[in-house]
């Protein structure tokens, strides 16, 4: 159960941000009893509860008013704000402080024998990814007519599987699309973690527990540097 009165903090249950973001959660002095099976986590000694989702969920609970803040990557952030708007819906966010972990970029890459020139090389080829949206405005940017093959996951595998001739999908050290044959070959965007607040009315009491966690986070990021 959670409480209205308590402020709802999402982060991504597991993957590259969980791990920041509890990190940075316990440096701030933020106390959690973490039960493994359950969705939400409750401070013991701040009114916060935590809530653990999969982390392309994290933007829209936010826009939608459903959390207070959310631990996110720009990356999703930005390509739920793509998919909302085609959709006629409302983004509304604001970014409380960009984070010094979850740095990523969002790159296509090719089979190793496939030659890659520049954006046309793609013309008529199937780019498989997770992120459709991005990948599409770079395609419209470059006037480049390929299309965009969404895969929730597995994404490395379709140039093997003979689904995409190549992907679009993150790369941090680049050992998947290694150990994949794969070689990137065309950055679009550029991503990090950043916590987001909700729009809208915020209880007095909220607001005032939000305004004393941000200090301790740029003390928490400024002792690291
Ligand atoms: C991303 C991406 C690759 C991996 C790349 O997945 O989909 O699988 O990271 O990282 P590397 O370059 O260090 O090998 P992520 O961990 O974000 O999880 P998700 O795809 O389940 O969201
Ligand atoms: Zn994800
Ligand atoms: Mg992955």
């Given at each position: ?32 009893s973490i039960r493994d099976r359950l969705l939400i986590a409750h401070s013991t000694n701040l009114p916060i509860d935590l809530l653990q989702v999969r982390d392309d969920d ?21 390509e739920k704000a793509l998919e909302r708007a085609a959709a006629g819906k409302a983004s509304d966010y604001d970014v409380l402080t960009k984070l010094d972990f979850g740095d ?122």
């Amino acid at each position: 159960m959670t409480d209205k009165n308590r402020l709802r903090i999402a982060v991504q249950k597991s993957g590259r941000l969980n791990e920041g973001s509890m990190k940075l959660l316990k440096a701030i002095g933020v106390k959690l009893s973490i039960r493994d099976r359950l969705l939400i986590a409750h401070s013991t000694n701040l009114p916060i509860d935590l809530l653990q989702v999969r982390d392309d969920d994290i933007p829209g609970l936010v826009m939608d008013g459903v959390v207070d803040l959310g631990f996110i990557g720009e990356n999703e952030l930005e390509e739920k704000a793509l998919e909302r708007a085609a959709a006629g819906k409302a983004s509304d966010y604001d970014v409380l402080t960009k984070l010094d972990f979850g740095d990523c970029r969002l790159s296509i890459a090719v089979p190793k024998e496939m030659s890659y020139a520049g954006p046309q090389d793609l013309a008529g080829c199937n780019v498989a990814t997770t992120y459709p949206y991005l990948l599409e405005r770079f395609f419209k940017q470059q006037g480049v007519n390929a299309t965009a093959l969404m895969l929730t996951g597995s994404v490395e595998v379709a140039p093997r599987a003979g689904l995409a001739e190549a992907i679009c999908d993150l790369v941090s050290t680049g050992a998947t699309l290694e150990a994949n044959g794969l070689v990137e070959v065309q950055e679009i965007f550029q991503s990090k973690a950043v916590l987001i607040q909700r729009k809208g009315d915020m209880p007095v009491a909220k607001q005032a527990l939000i305004d004393k966690l941000m200090p301790r986070i740029a003390g928490v990021m400024q002792a690291k540097e």
